[in-house]
């Protein structure tokens, strides 16, 4: 099955942009999707379609999708942006919803 | 607005099925725009997607779950459900509802969660 790779985590200063990264293979050949997940929250879809907001998510999450790596990008963290970030993409040979592990957005 | 609602047993003993409900609320699980899903999360773990259903009925799961997960849908009491048969204390997590819109492959509204522990 299609993996994707995340770094445990990333620590980053107020007022600074942060970048999180999700690895696979040719996954530029994907759409890729991400969720923010607050501690004893639900997850909340940030990005859909490597770089489409929904509704309601500041300008300042964007992603890119490239490659073999997708990025969301957070031009200017806020104490509230700290959380997990997971990426997704669908995997067609299986009809399967994947996940990647997960990054943890930490203040400096 | 639309809402989804997680309920079942918050404690669930080993070797038994685990049987979950999600409530919908501002939409109907007819509509054939949407499929419906569940995903879970261990405790200090990631995401895990188990499956989802289609209001026909049809459904597709996590390889890895497949052989023990079944979800489905009651058009009726606009809701849909999981089992989960067989658990072990690795089937101990957070369960959330979610749903997907057709044509679409991420899920764009989920519910709170509902805690299941495995264990004797």
């Known amino acids: 099955s299609y993996v994707l790779t995340q770094p445990p985590s990333v620590s980053v200063a107020p007022g600074e942009p942060a970048s999180i990264t999700c690895a696979g293979d040719?996954?530029?050949?994907?759409?890729v999707h991400w969720y923010q997940q607050k501690p004893g929250q639900a997850p909340v879809l940030v990005i859909y379609?490597?770089?489409d907001r929904p509704s309601g998510i500041p300008e300042r999450f964007s992603g890119a999708n490239s490659g073999n790596t997708a990025t969301l990008t957070i031009s200017r963290v806020e104490a509230g942006d700290e959380a997990d970030y997971f990426c997704?993409?669908?995997?067609?040979?299986?009809?399967?919803?994947?996940f990647g592990a997960g990054t943890n957005l930490a203040g400096l | 607005q639309v809402q989804l609602r997680e309920s079942g047993p918050g404690l669930v003993k080993p070797s038994e099925t685990l049987s979950l409900t999600c409530s919908v609320s501002?939409?109907?699980?007819?509509?054939?725009?949407?499929?419906w899903g569940w995903v879970r999360q261990p405790p200090g773990k990631g995401l895990e997607w188990i499956g989802t259903?289609?209001?026909?009925?049809?459904?597709h799961y996590n390889p890895s779950l497949q052989s023990r997960a079944t979800v489905s849908v009651d058009v009726s009491n606009n809701q849909f459900s999981l089992r989960l048969t067989s658990v072990t204390a690795a089937d101990t997590a957070v369960y959330y509802c979610?749903?997907?819109?057709?044509?679409?492959?991420?899920?764009?509204?989920w519910g709170k969660g509902t805690t299941v522990t495995v264990s004797s």
């Open positions: 979610a749903r997907r819109r057709s044509g679409r492959h991420y899920l764009d509204v």
């Open positions: 501002g939409v109907s699980v007819s509509s054939g725009a949407y499929f």
């Open positions: 259903v289609f209001y026909t009925g049809s459904a």
């Open positions: 040719n996954i530029g050949n994907r759409r």
């Open positions: 379609n490597d770089s």
């Open positions: 997704q993409v669908w995997d067609n040979p299986t009809d399967s919803v994947v």
